[in-house]
Structures are given as structure tokens and as C-alpha cells.
């Protein structure tokens, strides 16, 4: 039988000929007829929530031109097992953002201005994705993703991309990619796993518009001011038939113009607008495109976005604001997403262990991590060394479980700045090095053992099956923790520090890994 994308392109094509007695009349006797139906006439899944309301917009629905929705659908159906109900919800959300691109802008000759708002960690990379495929098949050649502040998620998002939208990198261990072979058009990629914007060398100006071209960039000033100077050496002619789709990931974070809105120029005494340094060259960089583009920013905490104010207008350098004057769509929250609402839900009686720090450790530790010398002083509070203690239990129940190539993964975090997170990580890793040298002591180590015990019964009473002893767990514990790097590594994750979250390295067997950070975890870098 064909992959499922050929016969999705198949569905499309009867369905635009003849509706839906055609596609049934094509595809009689196929084993996934009613979802090709489904999927041909958009009408799977949930609808999402959109503002303004969508009168007098004629409704997008797919082609089969390029091909590159029908391989991105092929991925999620067939390789990422989605449910038929989630590929919808996909389906769906992204043809009712590219029904607004379609639409005349609200601001004339200023493009499409956007925002989409998902949950943490909802699949919102997987929407914007799956949008840059349909706008490959209408048109769209340029695709500029803006991936963060930070080195690490932008290579993240690079490779994501690479494979899971161009096929020009492949999946060797899970087979997570497209075949680029099954694209009308080729992607040219013109950003690098290593290599950002401004890292590029003997860069040409754009000669070839017939495939579209992708670049993920971050949200820098450097590597900005080259992308935009790259499209202004590009010669007029061809920069006018450049149709580009920016997609600002984060897009509350680094684009929004944090200043007070109004200076005074020392020189001449004079009001100006003061613009912060990113949002400026984001919008230069906007200005610089040919009027046919579309800007969506995506986020899970849109406040920032939607108090932008909506009636700057520099026309002679900068151009509007970044408000989404087009349109803002709330997507829905996907089933099984796992989210801070089933943690914590609004009416209590969480079915997870949730474990309050006690207020009083709290400001010790963000008091004593303002000062190395403090923290050099200070004991960690017994709640931050339970909860060392819970991980390496937890661990123990999963490897007794014989849960295959699962990561394994800790964050502790106690203030958002640099400053804070080396002495902590001094302090945890000689607490770590202390276990590993005691737990398997025979006689040195019979308290701490006892301790793990201790909290063993506190933590999971009740709250696990007991298939397996304690000598069981604490076998796993001593082997864990006693050989520390070995089996496990303490991670220092922000823009100083040069670790990683090698997750993409411990595939086939799972990264055991405690991480130490703030803002960058924050920030769409997967934990």
C-alpha cells in the first residue's frame, strides 16, 4: 500500500475535483479512508480559538503543490504514531493561521503580524513546523526562524527543523525525519547545526528563489544586522519575489521593546523613541523584506505581546510595532500533554508527589547565593538534599522497572542570574562527591544509607507499588550514586557555562542528568 502521504495528496486532489463523494469514490476500500475524508475536508480535531473572528476570510485548505504538509503529516501519522485526533488539531490550527496570511494585511503594505499562544511544552515547534510546510506549498521561500537568545536552543531548533521539515538531516537512531526525496522542491539550508548567521563564510547574496531557503537565527543584534545587510546586497529584483515567513519563537522574550518608550537626546535636547537594541533590528530586519511577508510571534505567556503598543509607526526606519494586529490564536492544549495544571490543579489534590520548600530554607538559599563566601558557609537545606535523595530513588524505581532509553533528569533552581548558579553547583557536586566516597562505606556509611531509607518511606509510601524491596532499590542507589560522574552528570546550564544537555548523545540508553539553571530552561531549551 502507498505511505500515507501519497494518498492523503491523492485524497486532496478528488476532494478539490469532486468533494467528498469523489475522495470515497477514489479511495474505496482504503484501511484509513474516513481520516484521508477527514483530513481532506479539515475537519478533524478541535477547533482553535481565534481573535479577531475570521468574517469575510475565505478558509485555506491544503494543496497538494510542493508537497511538503503531506510528508510533515506523513512524519506525525506514521513515524511520530499521532493520534488521528492530534494530526487534526495540527491540521486545523495551521490552516486557520494561513487563512490570515492569505487575507490582505490589516496594515497595508506592512505584512501579517501574528501571534500564536500554546501551552509549555504543547508542541508548539511541531505548529510552527507544520505552518512553514503549508506556506512552502503556497508560495512562501524564505523561512527565518528566530530560536532564542542562546547557542544551544537555536542548534535545537536547527536540527529539529533539518529533519523534521527540509529531511536534510536524518534521524539515525530513531528514524524521526521526512525523506526529502518525496519534496517537489528541495529546501536550501542556509544556517548550520555549528554555525549561526553571522558564523557563515563567503556568503552569496540570493540569486535562486526557486527553493525555499531556511535559516534559524538567534535573536542577537550580530547575527541580525548580517541577515538583513545579506538581504540588502541581494539584488532588488529578485529580493521583490522573496515571500518570507518569520517565525519568532519566544517571541515574549528578547523581541519586546523593554525600554520606557521616550528618551532625551543629550545632543539636542530632543524626545526620541528608545527602542531596545533586539526589537530594533527585528523590525529592520522586517522593513528590509518586500511587503509580502508574514511575522508570527509564538509563546506560552503572551502578556508582554498583546501590551505592545499597536500605534507605533516609524515609517522611515523601523516600521510598526511587533503587536499581532492580524491576529492571535490559542491553541488547544493537546491530549496526554502533561502541564503545571496537572501538577498543580486549580481545585488541589494533586495525584503527583508535590513537595512545598519550606519558606525559611528558601530565602536561606537565595540569600546565601548572592555571596560565594556565604555559600561556602551555608549547609544546604534538608529540603534541596531530600530532594538530591528522591531523584537517585526514583532512578532506582525506573531501572527496576526496566524502563527502556528514558532520560532522567533533575533542575534545581534558585535565582534567575549567572552569579547565583557556580557556588550552588560547587556546593551540590562536593555533596555528591561526599555521597559517592560514604554510600557504599560498610561502616562510614550505614546513616546515610539510613537516611535514604528514611525518605524511601516517607516519599513513596503509598504512592508506588512495592514489587520490589528495599535491598532492591538501595542496590541500584549505592551502584548510582557511588560512581558519580560516571553513571550520572551534574550540569551547569546558562550563557557562561560551556555544558550541554547531551540528550541527542544518550539516546539509545538515556542521560541521568542534574541540571543547575534559570532562564535558559525557561526559554524553550528542553529539560
Not at 17 to 31: A, T
Not at 214 to 223: A, E, F, R, S
Not at 310 to 322: I, K, N, Y
Not at 417 to 428: A, G, N, Q, S
Request: charged share 30%; hydrophobic share 30%.
Amino acid at each position: 500500500m502507498m505511505e500515507l502521504s501519497a494518498r492523503y495528496l491523492l485524497a486532496l486532489d478528488a476532494y478539490d475535483s469532486g468533494g467528498e463523494r469523489e475522495v470515497r469514490k477514489r479511495l474505496k476500500g482504503d484501511p484509513d479512508l474516513e481520516t484521508l475524508v477527514g483530513l481532506a475536508k479539515g475537519e478533524i480535531g478541535q477547533d482553535v480559538i481565534g481573535i479577531p473572528p475570521e468574517e469575510g476570510l475565505t478558509s485555506f485548505l491544503p494543496t497538494g503543490e510542493g508537497k511538503n504538509w503531506a510528508a510533515v503529516l506523513d512524519l506525525h501519522s506514521t513515524k511520530k504514531k499521532w493520534p488521528s485526533e492530534s494530526v487534526g488539531e495540527l491540521d486545523k490550527s495551521t490552516s486557520r493561521i494561513m487563512t490570515h496570511l492569505c487575507a490582505k494585511p490589516h496594515r497595508g503594505n506592512y505584512g501579517h503580524y501574528g501571534l500564536v499562544v500554546g501551552h509549555v511544552q504543547s508542541g508548539k515547534t511541531s505548529n510552527y513546523t507544520a505552518l512553514c510546510s503549508k506556506a512552502a506549498d503556497s508560495g512562501y521561500n524564505l523561512f527565518i526562524v528566530l530560536a532564542g537568545l542562546y547557542n544551544d536552543l537555536r542548534e535545537q531548533t536547527q536540527t529539529r527543523l533539518l529533519r523534521e521539515l527540509t529531511g536534510l538531516d536524518k534521524d539515525r537512531k530513531g528514524g524521526i525525519h521526512i525523506d526529502h526525496a518525496q519534496l517537489s522542491r528541495q529546501w536550501k539550508r542556509i544556517t548550520k547545526k555549528g554555525k549561526d548567521f553571522h558564523d557563515l563564510k563567503y556568503l552569496q547574496p540570493i540569486t535562486d528563489i526557486s527553493r525555499p531557503m531556511l535559516v534559524v537565527t538567534k535573536k542577537n543584534v550580530t547575527p541580525l544586522r548580517k541577515l538583513r545587510k545579506w538581504l540588502k546586497d541581494t539584488d532588488p529584483a529578485v529580493r521583490g519575489q522573496i515571500k518570507a515567513l518569520i517565525i519568532d519563537d519566544e517571541s515574549d522574550h528578547g523581541s519586546i521593546d523593554t525600554q520606557t518608550g521616550e528618551v532625551i537626546d543629550p545632543g539636542t535636547g530632543e524626545h526620541e523613541d528608545s527602542e531596545s537594541a533586539i526589537n530594533r533590528e527585528v523590525r529592520k530586519l522586517l522593513k528590509s523584506l518586500s511587503p509580502d511577508f508574514s511575522y508570527i510571534g509564538y509563546t506560552a505567556t503572551p502578556m508582554a505581546n498583546v501590551f505592545i503598543n499597536p500605534e507605533v509607526d516609524d515609517e522611515r526606519e523601523l516600521g510598526p510595532s511587533l503587536y499581532p494586529n492580524d491576529f492571535i490564536i490559542s491553541l488547544k492544549r493537546p491530549s496526554g500533554h502533561f502541564g503545571l495544571e496537572d501538577v498543580h490543579p486549580p481545585e488541589g489534590g494533586s495525584r503527583y508527589l508535590d513537595r512545598m520548600v519550606p519558606e525559611p530554607e528558601a530565602d536561606s538559599l537565595r540569600d546565601a547565593a548572592d555571596s560565594e563566601d556565604v555559600m561556602d558557609r551555608t549547609e544546604l537545606p534538608e529540603s534541596l538534599v531530600r530532594a538530591l535523595m528522591q531523584y537517585f530513588l526514583s532512578l532506582a524505581v525506573k531501572d527496576l522497572r526496566k524502563v527502556p532509553n528514558k532520560h532522567h533528569s533533575m533542575l534545581i533552581h534558585v535565582k534567575h542570574t549567572i552569579e547565583t548558579m557556580k557556588p550552588l553547583h560547587r556546593k551540590v557536586e562536593s555533596l555528591l562527591r561526599h555521597w559517592s566516597r560514604l554510600i557504599n562505606h560498610r561502616r562510614k556509611g550505614g546513616e546515610l544509607r539510613e537516611t535514604f531509607k528514611e525518605v524511601w518511606e516517607e516519599t513513596y509510601e503509598g504512592q508506588l507499588d512495592r514489587d520490589h524491596a528495599w535491598e532492591e532499590v538501595l542496590g541500584i542507589v549505592k551502584e548510582t550514586v557511588g560512581k558519580y560522574p560516571g553513571r550520572y552528570q551534574l550540569v551547569e546550564i546558562n550563557s557562561k557555562s560551556e555544558d550541554k544537555l547531551p540528550y541527542e548523545a544518550h539516546a539509545s540508553g538515556g542521560l541521568r542528568v542534574i541540571a543547575i539553571g534559570g532562564t535558559r530552561l525557561s526559554r524553550g531549551l528542553t529539560l
